[in-house]
């Protein structure tokens, strides 16, 4: 069974950082994008940030562009998103998908096109 385990959220203070990792088991994603994502009750779960299956490309929302970084590693399984210089407009719940297409070269920020999903990590920033 293929399982996603967001971790590193919290409670923070704005212009602190914070790094979420993910850690995935069941399979390997070695060949597959992964993205974060994030939600706030009542919203639409948002794009935030990919990257392809090898790390040559990464995109990024325009809000978090500069302060967050996405990467990977693949020899763990395994995904994080450094997040810096924090707002509180970030809080929301984070959540690590996994790409369903193999080898994407550019990545995607369709939420549709990701079908393995963690069960997301709580990020609050205060003012």
């Known amino acids: 069974q293929v399982q996603l385990v967001e971790s590193g959220g919290g409670l923070v203070q704005a212009g602190d950082s914070l790094r979420l990792s993910c850690s995935a088991s069941g399979r390997t994603f070695n060949t597959y994008a992964v993205g974060w994502f994030r939600q706030n009750p009542g919203k639409e779960r948002e794009f935030v940030a990919a990257?392809?299956?090898?790390?040559?490309?990464?995109y990024y929302t325009d809000s978090v562009k500069g302060r967050f970084t996405i990467s990977r590693d693949n020899a763990k399984n395994a995904m994080y998103l450094q997040m810096m210089s924090l707002k509180p407009e970030d809080t929301a719940v984070y959540y690590c998908?996994?790409?369903?297409?193999?080898?994407?070269?550019?990545?995607?920020?369709?939420?549709?096109?990701?079908?393995?999903w963690g069960q997301g990590t709580q990020v609050t920033v205060s003012s």
């Open positions: 998908a996994v790409d369903f297409l193999a080898f994407r070269v550019v990545p995607t920020t369709q939420r549709g096109l990701y079908n393995y």
């Open positions: 990257i392809t299956w090898n790390g040559a490309n990464t």
